[in-house]
Each structure stands twice: as C-alpha cells, then as structure tokens.
C-alpha cells in the first residue's frame, strides 16, 4: 500500500536523539490468512504510512499537493524482527499537535486497526518524546502530594495507603453507604485510609450523588476527629456530560472532600485532560473499567513470540497516556489478583511512579523519560485479601493503594474484622513480617481468621 513513499528505514537506522525528534511505536503485527508471510515488510511499510502520512494509493503530484512535507514527515519503520511479526515506527514530534491527546490517538492508534491486510495488530509501547510529555499537565500530586494532603506521618509514609470499595457494588443507599464507611474508617486504630465508590455507581435512583457525597463527607470529617487520621472519599463523578462531571467535582470541593473518582478510559481523554485543568485542586483517581476491551490481547502473543489475533493497546500506553493527561492514581493491576495478570502490574507500577523507566525486553517495552513530571499512585486492586498483602507490597512497593472489596467485607466476622486483618498485614509487612508468619504468632487475630477463610493465595471463583 505504501506505494508513494519509501516508509522503510535503510537497514542499521536508528532514529536519532528520539526522546527531542520522534515518537516510537513498538508494533507487532500479524498478516492476514491468504497474505503470504514475505509481504510483512510491505504491510510495515502500510501502516507507518496509514498512520503518518499516506493511503492506499498514489495522489496527484502538483507543487501544491504538500507531498513534499508528507515526505518529509512520513512514518519510518525499523528494527524489524520479522521472525517474531515485530517492528518499530519512528514518528516525527512535529507530526502531532503536542498538547492534544486525542488528535494523537487518532493517527497512530487509528485507521490502521481496521486494514484487512492485518488480523493481529497490537502496540506494545509508545515512548514519548519531551515536547509531547511537557505539553501535558500531569498529576497535580503524585505519590507525595497524596502523602503530604494527608499528613502521614514518618510511619505511614512508608507504607501503602489502603481501603476499601464496598460490595454490593451497587445496592446500598446513600445513608447506609455513610454508616458503613463510619464502621469501616474507626475500626481497628483508626488509620484505614480510604472508601470508594464502585466504578459503576454514579447517581442512582436509589443512591444519588449528591446525598452520598454529602453524607460520606460528614461521616469522614467525624471518622477524622475521633481517629485522628485524615482520610479519602474516592467519589465517583463520572458521567458522559462533561459539565455534570464538573458540578459534581464543585459539590465535593464544597463539601470539604479531598479527590473525585473518574472511570477515565469510558469518559475519554478529553474529559479528563480537562477535568485535571479545570477541577478546584481535588486528587484525581483513575478507575480504569473497560481497558481489558481494548488492552487485552488475543492469541498468545503477549510474550511477542507467538500468533496474535485481533486489535489491541497495552495498558503500558494506557498508563502513560493518563499520567499525562493529570491523574494522581491508577488502577494497575496486581499480582494475586483475579483479573489476568501476565506479571505486567509491576511493569505498569514503574511506568507511573518512576522518572526515567528502562525498556523491558520481556514486554517489549520501550522505557520512558518523564522529565521531572509528577508520578501516580499504581492501585492494586481485584480480588485481594489481606492474606496476600506481603506479596503485593513485596512487588508493587510500599508506594500503592491496595484496595480489597470482597477482601475486607467478606471477613468471616464483619467488615471491622475485615479493616483489622488489612491493618494488621500492613503493619506485619511494616515490622518485617509475612503474614503467615504473623499469624502462626497471633492464631486468634483479625488477620488469622482471614487466612483461615481465604489463605495466602487468590480465590477464584467461577
Ligand atoms: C475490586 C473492584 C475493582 C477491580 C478493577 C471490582 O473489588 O472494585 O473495580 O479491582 O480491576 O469491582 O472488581 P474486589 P482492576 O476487591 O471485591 O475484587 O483493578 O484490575 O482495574
Ligand atoms: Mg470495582
């Protein structure tokens, strides 16, 4: 398809001074049944040109047809392992608008998912270049500023910030929502960190947000008082009209809450890049329902070895995108959890956290330079148990929400029985210990009724 230009670099070429002139995309690719395989360096070639600056065939040539500025900016492939249906494509900074996230997507992650001539096509990683990274606002917090609003103090700033996303997901009202979020932020000593709304309970008629707002927020500033330990009410704002998500990031402000709650991959970039420009100084925290429908991939070709079938992004560009865009913590993944976990929760956590991140050769990812931006919180999260909060923390780091649901209110003695077995792993992990070892010690605790029920590993449940 690439018939008008050349997309291919010369063998040995290697962008140069990318993280000033390019975007990288690491591709891999699978051509379609019937495509013999020696056309994959032609089919290469067709998406650097669908997604740059090109089409199926050749255009009038006239000096002001601008085919010497496409030229000049055409996608280039390169590091072509054919064996392993990989490529990569160097993108020129200057073929995008630096600060626009969705006139982005639309080239690189656009057309070229729906070519016939492909049946698997997946980015594994983008790295992005400093112009396009600085045009961004990134989060207003990071990992600090969360620890700082809530004046941990040298102890707490150790360890992760936990709490809770009550289940039912859906089915309180939002009276007993607050007198459950009461129950939970005074149990134990007091310090359990946060509640949040569930990733599909917005305004119901049953539950409506502005009542669970405001009697959430009244029940957390007393659950402050007498605990002494400040606290998060991640709420969900989350709506498909941008002003109303916004009204409801004004009625938090207003009634002295700390962080809105926004499913950002079902709102859209554009809904949060403004959220984050536009909300009164909230912590912004990313629920990220829906990516498995785009970030999960068919076939096994996760490892970049086998077959890949379908259209998919990686949660790594997913990752970055948003930390881009503004958000102060992400839903990551986590080992033990009950979603599917390649072992890719450890990859996305430095992604968010770190400042320079090193290409990782088993997800085929490209690395990336933050220049100074403000890190994100990774959210561990799915199916976890205060019986395998060590391992998590072993892997995520002490820098993440570990959030349990069923984990904390499925205690076989009651959700407070549940906040102490997530406090007391916490503070087993703090003082050195496993759990296991922790319980053996204190057979009668919180904690030990937990692991009775659940044990050291995930439950799943079919
Ligand atoms: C967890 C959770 C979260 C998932 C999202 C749920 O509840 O509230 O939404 O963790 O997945 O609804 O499943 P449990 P991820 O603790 O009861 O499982 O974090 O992978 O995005
Ligand atoms: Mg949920």
Redesign the pocket.
């Known amino acids: 398809m690439a018939v008008q230009f050349d997309y291919i670099a010369p063998p040995g070429w290697q962008p140069k001074n990318p993280d000033e002139n390019y975007v990288i995309i690491q591709f891999k690719m699978q051509l379609a049944d019937g495509i013999d395989p020696s056309m994959f360096l032609k089919g290469a070639a067709s998406v650097a040109a669908e997604s740059s600056t090109g089409t199926w065939t050749k255009v009038e040539d006239r000096p002001d047809s601008g085919l010497k500025k496409a030229d000049e900016f055409k996608a280039i492939v390169f590091d072509m392992d054919k064996k392993n249906h990989l490529f990569k494509v160097a993108y020129k900074t200057d073929l995008f608008e630096y600060d626009n996230m969705a006139g982005f997507l639309a080239g690189p992650i656009g057309n070229i998912g729906g070519m016939k001539m492909v049946k698997g096509l997946r980015l594994m990683d983008i790295r992005f270049p400093k112009a396009i990274v600085t045009a961004f606002p990134g989060p207003r917090y990071g990992i600090a500023g969360v620890r700082d609003l809530l004046q941990q103090d040298k102890k707490h700033c150790s360890m992760p910030i936990i709490g809770t996303?009550p289940?039912p997901?859906v089915g309180r009202t939002a009276q007993e929502q607050a007198v459950l979020a009461d129950r939970l932020w005074t149990a134990g000593d007091g310090s359990f960190d946060f509640i949040k709304d569930?990733?599909n309970l917005t305004s119901l008629s049953f539950n409506k947000f502005e009542d669970r707002a405001k009697l959430v927020l009244e029940t957390q500033r007393k659950a402050e008082k007498q605990t002494g330990f400040r606290k998060l009410y991640l709420c969900n704002i989350t709506h498909s009209n941008f002003d109303i998500m916004m009204k409801r990031a004004d009625i938090i402000k207003s009634y002295g809450g700390r962080c809105v709650m926004i499913d950002v991959v079902a709102s859209g970039v554009g809904a949060v890049h403004t959220m984050r420009l536009k909300n009164p100084g909230l912590i912004i925290h990313a629920?990220?329902?829906m990516?498995a429908f785009i970030t999960r991939e068919s076939g096994i070709g996760i490892s970049g070895k086998g077959d890949i079938n379908g259209f998919s992004v990686s949660m790594f560009i997913l990752a970055k995108i948003f930390r881009m865009l503004g958000v102060d913590s992400m839903?990551s993944?986590?080992p033990k959890?009950?979603?599917e976990d390649y072992g890719e929760a450890e990859e996305i956590g430095s992604i968010l956290t770190k400042d320079k991140v090193q290409p990782n050769k088993k997800f085929h990812t490209l690395g990336q330079n933050w220049f100074g931006m403000k890190n994100v919180w990774p959210?561990a999260?799915?199916?976890?148990h205060p019986g395998v909060m060590d391992v998590v923390i072993a892997k995520m780091t002490p820098d993440c929400y570990i959030?349990?649901?069923?984990?904390v209110l499925g205690h076989p003695e009651g959700g407070e029985r549940g906040v102490e077995a997530a406090l007391e792993a916490r503070n087993a992990v703090y003082s050195g210990m496993t759990v296991k070892e922790f319980v053996s010690k204190n057979p009668n605790s919180a904690l030990s009724k937990a692991v009775g029920l659940w044990g050291t590993e995930p439950k799943i449940v079919y």
Request: aromatic residues 0%; without cysteine.
């Open positions: 996303v289940k997901k569930d990733e629920h990220r329902a990516h839903h993944g986590s959890s009950k979603m959210v999260s799915g199916g976890l959030q349990l649901g069923g984990g």
